[in-house]
C-alpha cells in the first residue's frame, strides 16, 4: 500500500512523489493504485478512489471506536496538500489548530523574562 508522510507519497519500490507537483497527479490519474494511507499529526485515513460512471472520486475512511467514517474528498485534480489536510481533519473530527500546509511551530523559552 502507498502511505503519504509529510506531504510525500512514498512506497519502497517507486521513488517518492512530491504531494501536489505534476507527477502526483499523474499517478493518480494513472489508475495503477486505488488507495493510499496519509499519516499527519498524529492523525491517520485511507483514501480510495471509487468509479462512477466514467469518472473517479476520491473518499476518505476513518475508524475510530468500532465506526467507520467516510468522507468525499472529490476528484483527483483537488487532492491538493491543503485539501488533503483538509479532508483528514474531518474524517478524523479532528479539530485544525492551524492553515493546512502551513507547519507547526514550537516555541520553547528558556530563563526569565527581562
Not at 509529510?6 to 502526483?24: R, T
Not at 472529490?74 to 488533503?84: A, D, F, R, V
Request: glycine share 8%; proline share 6%; net charge positive.
Amino acid at each position: 500500500m502507498y502511505h503519504v508522510h509529510d506531504n510525500v507519497l512514498v512506497n519502497g519500490a517507486n521513488a517518492p512523489i512530491v504531494v501536489g507537483s505534476p507527477e502526483w497527479f499523474s499517478w493518480l490519474h494513472e489508475g495503477s493504485s486505488t488507495s493510499f494511507s496519509l499519516h499527519q499529526e498524529g492523525l491517520t485515513c485511507t483514501f480510495r478512489s471509487e468509479r462512477r460512471g466514467e469518472s473517479s472520486f476520491w473518499y476518505a475512511y476513518h475508524r475510530q471506536q468500532g465506526k467507520l467514517r467516510k468522507v468525499y474528498a472529490g476528484p483527483s485534480s483537488k487532492l491538493t496538500q491543503e485539501h488533503l489536510a483538509t479532508v483528514l481533519s474531518k474524517v478524523t473530527g479532528a479539530v485544525q489548530t492551524k492553515p493546512p500546509g502551513e507547519p507547526m511551530v514550537r516555541l520553547l523559552l528558556l530563563g526569565t523574562p527581562a
